[in-house]
């Protein structure tokens, strides 16, 4: 395992080869491989091969090769797969659901055919008090 990865790191230890999975796309800085409990038919997972915990410890460099590789899976999906969509999902940080404190994105092809697709919407956008929705606005505001 390089000097990069962390040995107790799940996916590291997929990135490092110490755990099969199967191997969707590699470039010199990302690895893409199926997720082994998909969402949908072609849910596949695309990490940094440098460990980072998540997006807001990330180098930018490694962040913009991370998306920029989900974004080549997301077209693959779509093209060779036929979906009818896909998301592209990031957890960071448990109560956002993140499981795998390792950078990573969810490439999950999206499908008409729900027997290809079991993802449902957690939300469910609604109208927001707009005042409110300034008053936060303004305090993120750079």
Known sequence: MSDSANENCLFCNIVAGNIPSTKVYEDDETYAFMDIAPAS???????????????????????????????TVAKRAVEVLNADGVNVLNNCGSTAWQTVFHLHFHVIPRYTDKSKDSL???????????????????????
């Open 41 to 71: 038919e072609g849910h596949v997972v695309v990490v940094p091969k440098t460990h980072t915990k998540d997006v807001l410890e990330a180098d930018p460099a490694v962040y913009a090769a991370t998306a920029k590789a989900a974004q």
């Open 120 to 142: 449902t919407l957690p939300w469910i956008p609604k109208p927001g008090d707009l005042d409110a929705i300034k008053a936060v606005g303004e305090k993120l505001a750079f």
